[in-house]
C-alpha cells in the first residue's frame, strides 16, 4: 500500500485559504488520492478525491502534481467549523480498503 | 450516498465482558470495514467483512478477539471479546458510498472498559 506523509499540524486565519500538502512519492498509476476529515468525536466525513486531475466540489479543490507524487488539499475560505484531523489516503487496488496516517489537525483561528 | 446508523453511541464496560457493536446500511453494499481508534490516535483498520465469507483481519486482530458477522449486505456486527481497560477505544464502521465518491462512516462507538 502506498503511504502518505502529511504534516502533522497547521494553523489558518478564518477566512483565509487553507492549504494542507501531502506527499504519496509511491502512488501507483491506478490508486486514487482521497481526503478525508474527523472533525473531535465524529467519524471521518469524505471531502474529495482524484486520480491525475485536478478536482474541485462545493467543499475543497484538490491539486495533484503531474507526477502525482504529492498533492494539496486548498480549503478556499476557511471557517472556525473547518478545524479538524485531515487524512491524505491513497486507496489501494486490493479490496478497496482505506488506510488511514496520522493526518494533518488543521486549527482555523479567528 | 449511503447512510450508517452505529449503535449503541458509547458504553462501560466490566473486563473480562464481550459488547457488541451493529452497523445498519440504508443500502446494499458489497463491503464493510471495521476500524479502531485509539485514544489520540489515528483509524486503524481491524477487518474487512463480506456478506457470505468470513471476515479479512489485518495484521495484529484475530477472529477470537473481535468476531464480525454479516449475514445480509445491510448489516454487520464486530464483538470485542474478553476486554480489557486496552480496548477501550473508538470503533467505527464503514462502507462505500455511492459510485466511488468516498466511504460512508458510522458516528462510532464509544467503549470504556474499567
Known amino acids: 500500500d502506498a503511504k502518505t506523509t502529511q504534516p502533522t499540524s497547521m494553523d489558518c486565519a478564518e477566512g483565509r485559504a487553507a492549504n494542507l500538502p501531502c506527499n504519496h512519492s509511491t502512488i501507483s498509476g491506478n490508486e486514487y488520492v482521497y481526503w478525508y476529515r474527523q472533525i473531535h468525536s465524529q467519524g471521518p466525513q469524505y471531502i474529495i478525491h482524484?486520480?491525475?486531475n485536478n478536482e474541485t466540489n462545493e467543499m475543497a479543490s484538490l491539486i495533484i502534481t503531474e507526477d502525482r507524487k504529492s498533492s494539496t488539499l486548498i480549503l478556499p475560505h476557511a471557517t472556525l467549523r473547518d478545524t479538524a484531523v485531515y487524512y491524505c489516503i491513497v486507496r489501494t487496488n486490493q479490496g478497496g480498503k482505506l488506510i488511514f496516517g496520522q493526518g494533518t489537525e488543521l486549527s482555523v483561528k479567528p | 450516498s449511503a447512510v450508517i446508523s452505529q449503535k449503541p453511541s458509547r458504553d462501560i464496560c466490566q473486563r473480562g465482558t464481550s459488547l457488541t457493536i451493529q452497523c445498519q446500511v440504508d443500502?446494499?453494499?458489497?463491503?464493510m470495514f471495521w476500524y479502531r481508534q485509539q485514544p489520540g490516535q489515528s483509524l486503524t483498520l481491524i477487518a474487512t467483512?463480506?456478506?457470505?465469507?468470513?471476515?479479512?483481519?489485518e495484521s495484529g486482530f484475530v477472529i477470537d478477539k473481535f468476531p464480525i458477522s454479516r449475514p445480509n449486505l445491510t448489516f454487520s456486527t464486530l464483538t470485542v471479546s474478553n476486554m480489557s481497560p486496552e480496548d477501550s477505544s473508538i470503533y467505527l464502521c464503514?462502507?462505500?458510498?455511492?459510485?466511488?465518491?468516498?466511504?460512508?462512516f458510522g458516528s462510532g462507538t464509544r467503549l470504556t472498559v474499567v
Open positions: 467483512a463480506n456478506q457470505g465469507s468470513e471476515a479479512t483481519y
Open positions: 482524484g486520480l491525475k
Open positions: 443500502s446494499q453494499v458489497t463491503m
Open positions: 464503514s462502507a462505500p458510498a455511492a459510485g466511488e465518491y468516498g466511504y460512508t
